[in-house]
């Protein structure tokens, strides 16, 4: 059902591009989920993608801004290479016109800086100049400050972007995000299978194989007991009533939450990844994106600007945050961040 809303919302969208530009992207749309698997985006697909919006070199990375680590990054067939830089992506991500904001749209430099102050600032010399940019255009997936994912699009000469590129990549974001949560459900399920044969009804993962009339026909161990605490007594053979709706009619995903900790379904095919997530710091999601921020250097006024908030909005979100962790540091606070996100992204590398 999601993916015909999103075909219905591009259909109507696309009537501001011209006819041979929407049938393009229309195409892109339906081909692009069987290109990339379980990594949604291949090198095949970043090459389509530069079929759609003309660069020098198309990528796509995904950042652990917080450690400053490359988690993963793709290149278009053709476009990789070494360059030897002066400075590490690291030394220069908070003066990058682009990459300092966290805004999930198409943005071009000249958005912030005209061709003239760019080739005069220091980014410029140290990371554009030695990379042969002159204007890029990027674009990032829906994702928390301390693990971005973007597409970038680089011209080395010509012209810069156009408004028409601008509205493709914005008109196909929310695909994008759809691509990648659909790979990593994959992922996910996948891992969950594999393990069926040791699974403990306690771990966190379990999986549900519908029949054609929608109907539980297998149910792992795992499964079983989720089902159990989160929806109640039930009959084996039928799914409850709120999930069975789901499934005919609901979007990617089922969430339902049980005192500290909360279930998530997703559904691929015939299946359901049933898992459970415990709230390890018991924080509202607006004072995580702040200890993001501050975990990444931020002073209270630089994430107030950031997050459009005023620097005593911060200020009392992070006392609550002290509070709920029993810390009195901003460095206290930080560590035991980084240490659920360490948690989660091991679990994440289970499944890839």
């Not at 990549?169 to 691509?179: M, V």
């Not at 026909?217 to 039930?234: K, N, T, W």
């Not at 609550?320 to 810390?327: D, F, G, H, R, T």
């Amino acid at each position: 059902m999601e993916s015909i809303r999103h075909l219905s919302y591009l259909f109507g969208a696309v009537t501001a591009l011209s006819g041979r530009d929407a049938g393009r992207l229309l195409r892109f749309v339906v081909e692009a989920k069987d290109l990339g698997g379980n990594n949604p985006f291949a090198p095949s697909v970043l090459a389509e993608l530069g079929k759609l919006v003309h660069a020098d070199a198309v990528s796509y990375c995904e950042l652990d801004r917080v450690r400053q680590r490359l988690r993963h990054a793709v290149d278009r067939p053709g476009d990789g290479g070494d360059v030897p830089l002066p400075v590490s992506y690291w030394e220069i991500e908070a003066e990058h016109p682009i990459c300092s904001r966290h805004e999930f749209r198409a943005l071009k430099l000249s958005d912030f800086v005209s061709q003239t102050q760019l080739r005069r600032s220091q980014i410029y010399a140290l990371w554009f100049r030695p990379l042969g940019i002159e204007y890029e255009l990027d674009v990032a997936i829906p994702s928390p400050p301390w693990h971005t994912k973007v597409f970038l699009f680089d011209r080395f000469r010509g012209r810069d972007f156009t408004e028409r590129d601008r509205l493709v990549l914005n008109l196909l974001q929310p695909h994008f995000d759809r691509l990648w949560r659909a790979a990593q459900t994959r992922r996910r399920l996948q891992a969950a299978i594999a393990a069926l044969d040791w699974a403990s009804e306690h771990d966190p993962r379990g999986v549900i194989l519908l029949s054609t009339d929608r109907r539980p026909e297998f149910v792992s161990a795992p499964a079983q007991r989720l089902m159990h605490e989160y929806f109640g007594p039930r009959h084996e053979a039928e799914l409850p009533p709120a999930l069975a709706r789901w499934v005919d009619y609901g979007s990617s995903t089922f969430e339902r939450p049980l005192a500290d900790r909360h279930l998530t379904i997703e559904r691929c095919g015939d299946a359901l990844l049933l898992e459970e997530k415990r709230d390890e710091l018991g924080l509202t999601a607006r004072e995580c994106d702040i200890l993001a921020w501050v975990a990444r250097g931020k002073t209270n006024a630089e994430v107030a600007e950031i997050l459009w908030v005023e620097p005593s909005t911060v200020r009392k979100h992070l006392e609550n945050v002290y509070a709920k962790l029993s810390v009195h540091t901003r460095t206290a606070a930080v560590t035991r961040f980084l240490g659920v996100l360490g948690d989660e992204e091991q679990q994440e590398a289970t499944s890839a």
